[in-house]
């Protein structure tokens, strides 16, 4: 083929939601095999997709698995839809499938994330996409995927334990601040991706379905809707999430994840809420934090 | 005062339209057309096709423009258009014996049925830099032999026909071959697969792998039986015609690397073999997927697994630059979510520490 005669239409034919009918039949299968099996990681034939391994492949194949177009979809990266990686994620779905999209978390039928959990409780009929780096929670106690797997089917976590508790002593804590590893439904333990511990609780008995997709890794996992899922502790080091000294500095919500920003070069911090759709929806509704009423009073 | 950024969609766009000038570069200066760059930087084009795993010189060329010559994103931007495309059946396997050859040189022997052919190949030229390459200098006619008058045949069929090597090796009966490309990597793999993942392996990986072996790390004792470089027939078998139809040619580099073996119980004294072919001619990427080839055979000869070039999971697992790059890269994307769980954390066990200091240096003085 000369590329003369090399039409740029030619080149850019994609199916609806990018991955053709037999890719997504395959995806929707390992998909359902995890639901049957909750925390069970189901490797299946993951493609290239035409962004990076390591920056949401696998939610994206399993977003475009799901998603039809009926569907409105939103991208979360770090809790807010305005994250560069975000942005382009949601800019591709609307390119191959023409979806609807929003930020508000209570809109959405389908929340594609990176690190975060919204704020929001969600409720059924939603279906939270988790981005996944390392897919297994075993990973850095033991490299191999040959043991890992065996680790599984024996139930064998021993190890895992032994961490959380060498920790401990060296620390007095659990020194382990993402990507805690929970137990679901008492048996496979499972990486909740590199969210904070402080998601965690969330995703016990959620009412959504939580799917989560390793693009590199080659692995689809799930947890169902009313699913237990218990994070890693002892009788005498109960697990326990992050708490925040002051209220987000925006809209004044206790009791969610902040981000801290800073100010200036003599140690001014603030912090602002992690999830920008809750923080803006809680401003829109007339909360306020200590910082905002200064925004407005400079504008 | 702080405001929450909301330019991510335009930064992007005009990061991408800052890219596409840099790409382009000095408006004064044509642009570098796609049929340039096959002719005049084939080697390129040949390493984004093998990488990739798609034989198409215009498209290859192509990415290798798009990407401003840099090959990872080129491979990267090719697979991508490769996985969108439907498989429709395996050929026929090629039949390198009957390859076109340019290329075929030996290090076994000093002359074989076929003879030893240079081709177009950088060995023994000086590394000089070439000034005449500064101007469009008029280049002689390259001279041609004529027709080949015997076949070339392979040097591990030389071999074979004393026994002294083993064969092509039996896969079970009715064994199709798989594809790493449409079915999830377990381990152990079987040897077809470990070679398409070794032939779409990243050259400078395999070749620092390869390297190790010849340092002692699974130290292989080996000989390039041949290298050859050349155009063969790719043929589909048709059901309906009952018989193979040719879907044209395309040049490889194929690599037989012979090793040693002393023999088992099973196996008498014979040479081993490690195997490489890629597509385009990249000796280099060939030569030393056939060193890890037969340094990842280690536990079929029950040789002793000391190094990493025989270690399967960690060869395989991390031979793919594409895969490599994105995961590496990725660290650039925010990760502040996670960061301030370790402040967090951080500042806590700072504070523990400077309370256990406190109390150490306070015991002397109660001592006092």
Redesign the interface.
């Known amino acids: 083929m000369s590329t003369a005669d090399m039409s740029s239409a030619e080149l850019a034919t994609y199916n609806f939601a990018y991955l053709d009918e037999q890719t997504k039949r395959m995806i929707r299968r390992a998909i359902l095999k995890a639901i049957a099996i909750p925390g069970y990681q189901v490797p299946f034939a993951s493609r290239e997709m035409p962004m990076p391994y390591g920056w949401g492949t696998g939610g994206v194949q399993v977003t475009a698995a799901i998603l039809g177009p009926q569907d409105v979809l939103k991208v979360i990266d770090q809790g807010a839809d305005d994250t560069t990686n975000a942005v382009s994620i949601r800019a591709f779905f609307q390119k191959v499938a023409n979806v609807a999209v929003t930020t508000k978390t209570r809109e959405a039928t389908i929340i594609q994330t990176r690190h975060r959990i919204p704020e929001e409780k969600l409720t059924e009929g939603q279906t939270l996409v988790y981005q996944v780096p390392i897919p297994e929670p075993l990973r850095f106690l033991e490299p191999r995927e040959t043991e890992t797997r065996k680790m599984h089917a024996l139930e064998e976590y021993g190890l895992m334990h032994v961490k959380l508790y060498e920790d401990i002593a060296r620390n007095g804590h659990i020194a382990t601040t993402y990507a805690y590893p929970v137990k679901v439904e008492g048996r496979y333990v499972m990486d909740p991706s590199p969210t904070p511990k402080f998601d965690n609780p969330k995703m016990h008995m959620s009412e959504a379905l939580q799917l989560f997709g390793a693009g590199r890794e080659k692995r689809i996992y799930a947890v169902p809707p009313y699913t237990e899922v218990v994070s890693l502790d002892f009788e005498d080091h109960p697990f326990e999430i992050q708490s925040f000294d002051k209220p987000c500095a925006l809209c004044g919500a206790e009791n969610v994840y902040l981000d801290e920003v800073v100010l200036d070069d003599k140690g001014g911090r603030m912090f602002v809420c992690s999830d920008t759709d809750h923080c803006e929806d809680r401003c829109a509704h007339g909360h306020r934090g200590h910082l905002a009423y200064n925004k407005e009073a400079a504008e | ?6 330019g ?2 335009a ?2 766009s005009n990061a991408h339209r800052l890219l596409a000038d840099r790409r382009r570069g000095d408006r004064s200066l044509p642009a570098i ?3 340039q760059i096959v002719a005049q930087l084939g080697l390129a084009v040949d390493r984004v096709m093998a990488e990739a795993s798609l034989y ?1 010189r ?2 290859a060329a ?1 990415a290798v423009r798009q990407a401003r010559g840099d090959m990872i994103e080129a491979i ?1 931007i090719l ?6 495309l ?1 498989r429709f059946g395996y050929s026929r396997p090629v039949e390198t014996g009957a390859m076109l050859v340019e290329r075929r040189v030996s290090a076994t022997y000093k002359d074989l049925p076929g003879g030893q052919l240079l081709g177009p190949t950088f060995d023994y030229t000086h590394r000089l830099l070439d000034p005449s390459l500064l101007n469009d200098e008029a280049v002689d006619t390259p001279l041609e032999r004529d027709e080949a008058s015997e076949p070339v045949m392979r040097v591990s069929d030389i071999l074979a026909g004393e026994g002294l090597v083993e064969d092509d090796g039996d896969m079970p009966d009715g064994h199709v071959a798989g594809d790493i ?8 793999m079987a040897r077809d697969l470990r070679l398409q993942a070794l032939a779409r392996g990243d050259e400078g990986f395999l070749l620092a792998l390869g390297y190790s072996t010849q340092r002692g790390y699974a130290r292989t004792h080996p000989f390039v039986g041949e290298v050859r470089i050349g155009e063969v027939e790719v043929e589909l078998d048709m059901p309906e015609l009952g018989f193979a139809v040719s879907l044209g040619r395309v040049q490889i580099t194929e690599c037989q690397m012979i090793a040693q073996f002393k023999g088992s119980a099973k196996n008498p004294p014979q040479f081993t073999r490690g195997y490489g072919l890629v597509f385009g001619q990249s000796e280099r990427k060939a030569m030393a997927m056939s060193l890890v080839d037969r340094a990842l055979r280690a536990e079929e000869f029950g040789e002793d697994i000391v190094a990493p070039a025989q270690d399967e ?1 960690f060869v395989i ?1 991390h031979s793919d630059n ?2 490599a ?6 660290l650039k ?6 960061f ?6 951080v500042r806590r ?1 700072r504070r ?1 520490y400077e309370a256990a200091q406190n109390t150490d240096t306070d015991l002397p003085e109660a001592a006092e």
Not at chain 2, 79 to 84: E, H, I, K, L, M
Not at chain 2, 325 to 330: A, D, K, L, N, S
Request: cysteine-free; overall charge negative.
């Open positions: 005062m702080y405001v929450a950024v909301k991510g969609e930064a992007i057309g796609i049929e198409d215009s498209l192509l990267f697979r991508a258009y490769r996985t969108t439907p490309t449409r079915e999830p990597l377990e381990f152990p999971e697992s594409v895969q790059t994105g995961f590496v890269e990725h994307l925010p990760h502040y979510v996670d301030q769980a370790e402040l967090d954390l066990m523990e």
